[in-house]
Nanobody, 114 residues
Framework: VQLQASGGGLVQPGGSLRLSCAASVRIFSFWPMGWYRQYPGQQRELVAKIFGTGRIEYADSVKGRFTISRDLAKNTQYLQMNNLKPEDTAIYYC?????????WGQGTLVTVSS
C-alpha cells in the first residue's frame, strides 16, 4: 500500500493551497487518516485528523484556516489550506491508519513566502 501526496509549492502569505493524498488501495471510513507537518530539526506534529468515528481534530494554529476532507470513491484525502502564513512553511505528510499498519506519504513541501 502506498500513499502519494501532492499539491505543495510556493505561495504568498494569505494564499491557498490544496494538498492531496491518494492511496493505492481502497480506503475505509473507519480508518483514521490525517495530515502532519514537520519543521527542520523537529518532530512531526498533527495538523488535522479524521478519526474512525468521523470526529475531526485540528491543531489550534490552523483552526478556521485549514479543512481536512476525504473522497472514499477516489481513495483520496485532502487538506485545503487558506490564509496561509509564513509559519505554515513545512513538509506536510499524510497518514493513513489501516487495521494493520500506519502508512505515511512521502511528504510535500509547502513554502509560504513573499
Amino acid at each position: 500500500v502506498q500513499l502519494q501526496a501532492s499539491g505543495g509549492g510556493l505561495v504568498q502569505p494569505g494564499g491557498s493551497l490544496r494538498l492531496s493524498c491518494a492511496a493505492s488501495v481502497r480506503i475505509f471510513s473507519f480508518w483514521p487518516m490525517g495530515w502532519y507537518r514537520q519543521y527542520p530539526g523537529q518532530q512531526r506534529e498533527l495538523v488535522a485528523k479524521i478519526f474512525g468515528t468521523g470526529r475531526i481534530e485540528y491543531a489550534d494554529s490552523v483552526k478556521g484556516r485549514f479543512t481536512i476532507s476525504r473522497d472514499l470513491a477516489k481513495n483520496t484525502q485532502y487538506l485545503q489550506m487558506n490564509n496561509l502564513k509564513p509559519e505554515d512553511t513545512a513538509i506536510y505528510y499524510c497518514l493513513l491508519q489501516t487495521a494493520s499498519e500506519d502508512l505515511w506519504g512521502q511528504g510535500t513541501l509547502v513554502t509560504v513566502s513573499s
